[in-house]
């Protein structure tokens, strides 16, 4: 599956990266996710990072980072 979105947003990129990777608070921000869980959480996100992600209505899943596109 691959899933894409674009944006423009007025704010410098490492602020928005920084929010972008904050996994585990993006239910504090988008209510569309109710618990984010890393497996490895503290460690580089990258390739392989995976966490269970629980949106409501939905149930809870696994999501991997198999790619990254720059």
Not at 9 to 17: K, R, T
Not at 47 to 70: I, K, Y
């Amino acid at each position: 599956m691959e899933v894409s979105t674009s944006r423009t947003i007025d704010a410098p990129i490492e602020l928005v990266w920084a929010l972008q990777l904050d996994h585990e608070h993006w239910p504090e921000h988008l209510p569309n996710f109710s618990k984010v869980v890393r497996h490895a959480a503290g460690a580089p996100f990258g390739v392989g990072s995976s966490a269970d992600v629980t949106q409501p209505g939905l149930g809870t899943v696994t999501w991997t980072v198999e790619q990254f596109d720059d």
